[in-house]
């Protein structure tokens, strides 16, 4: 099933609003099993809306439309696809009346403006709105490929995602006969740049139907196994070729962030962090572990070996940067493992996260009963410690 997405809106194409609803949108998507083919963003131009919506629906089976359906005179999605799709702008008395109701509910007479929110194409299905004035639509145009279905969502954000999840998401289902042709398999990386992973996952080609894809997300890399209609034995056999390269440096897999699965590891137990260097970037992986206390101190020592950690239970320590680095050390009842690492990062607060998440994943190692010293290619060691 083939999904584009529309985003309009002068203040998105200008940079004013970050267009979030997309973003949002795909992922939710891509969960379900279907993955986005294509994004546009288009202003608050009728010429320009009109050409967008007649070029996704020439592609997509399914086009999700996100904004312009206010009262206002700049809101112009729902004419654009009335004149796009020859369905004149029609009133529909029933939700002009569910507006009407929804003003004398707070006791305020409608304003005029609001009953054009009440026109719509002609022949659209409308899409309930629960908590606002504009209603979404579907609008079926027939394409070459067969049938285009065009849903027209308002763009404040609260009532997008819940029409999403509400009105689009059960049809979306019921379109593709609630079966998922496209299956998602996330795994995450640290300590390996994204050319390097590249060198070893690009040099072959992947099974028909399956493709890799990847995404920086300071201090890691996700890698996502995307298979299209591909069977349950190749996305098999494409996980564990990957795993055969990347498993030095998996530090998660699965829809759940490694942080918080790092933090399921460690379940009801306690947890000390002190921090220097990393100014606080270690808390904010940990900081809903319900069992922690956070410390930062600026005049923690550069030097590993000076290094403390609580004298009991589970702590991480990240010190101060000095020449050689900065030094790491896990204390766990009692035993002390430590090394020292430089960041090459040029930005000050993606180096303190790279810190943070290296600390983080020493004590996922610990907990997985691994060596905790693990070997980055990214994250040169100057000195090791074992106590």
Partial sequence: MRIEIVSTGDEIVTGLVVDTNAAWLSALLLEQGWQVRRRATVGDNLKDLKAVLQESASRAEVVLVCGGLGPTADDLTAQAAAEAFAQPLTLYPDWLA?????YQARGVPMPASNAKQAWLPQGCEILDNPVGTAC???????????????????????EFKQMVREQIVPRLKRLAGEQTDTELRRFYSFGISESALSDKL???????GIELGYRSSMPLI??????HGASATDM?????????????WLVGRGNEEPASQILTLLGERPLTLMEGESRGALLGFCHEHPQLQAHFDSRLPSELARLTGAATGLSLTIG?????????????????????LKTRHP???????ILAFAALDMLRRHLSGLPVIADYLTLPRSAERRD
Wanted: with cysteine.
């Fill in 202 to 208: 690009d040099a072959a080609p992947w099974p028909t």
């Fill in 98 to 102: 569910t507006i009407e109701a929804r």
């Fill in 236 to 248: 098999d056999a494409a996980e564990a070729r990957l795993l055969g390269e990347i498993s030095p």
């Fill in 222 to 227: 996700e890698l996502k196994l995307i298979g």
């Fill in 136 to 158: 979404g639509f579907l609008v079926h145009h027939p394409a070459s490929h067969g049938l285009s279905q065009l849903f027209f969502t308002p763009g404040v954000p609260f």
């Fill in 347 to 353: 930005d000050p607060d993606s180096g303190r996260r």
């Fill in 320 to 340: 101060g940067a000095g020449p050689d680095g900065v030094p790491l050390l896990l204390c766990a009842d009692g035993e002390a493992i430590g090394q020292t």
